[in-house]
């Protein structure tokens, strides 16, 4: 499974942006696609999840209300809408597959810079 991100940018703070996340490869074994974030000196943590079949959501307390994932499966797509993003959103954002076996993809990453 291969993931190329795009969207990230530099944004004042509550603005928007969008990212996307191309996904190719073994489609078959993704059962989640998600995306992660690690600021600057902080480890990675989730921000959201979506099944890759029923659509189910997760998202993290800090960024529930504000922004949305969702995935389009004839394109083999994934986006995160982020709305009333804060500078705490600061991060380089990065597209997760998690397959089969609990195997997990990533993509190269796509940093988001929200200035206040």
């Known amino acids: 499974v291969q993931l190329v991100e795009s969207g990230g940018g530099l944004v004042q703070a509550g603005g928007s942006l969008r990212l996307s996340c191309a996904v190719s490869g073994s489609l078959f074994t993704i059962y989640t696609l998600g995306w992660f974030r690690r600021a600057p000196g902080k480890q990675r943590e989730l921000v959201a999840t979506?099944?890759?079949?029923?659509?189910?959501?997760n998202y993290a307390d800090s960024v529930k209300d504000r922004f949305t994932i969702s995935r389009d499966n004839v394109k083999n797509t994934m986006s995160l809408q982020m709305n009333n993003l804060k500078p705490e959103d600061t991060a380089v954002y990065y597209c997760?597959?998690?397959?089969?076996?609990?195997?997990?993809?990533w993509g190269q990453g796509t940093l988001v810079t929200v200035s206040s």
């Open positions: 979506i099944t890759r079949r029923g659509g189910n959501t």
């Open positions: 997760n597959a998690r397959q089969l076996g609990n195997l997990d993809a």
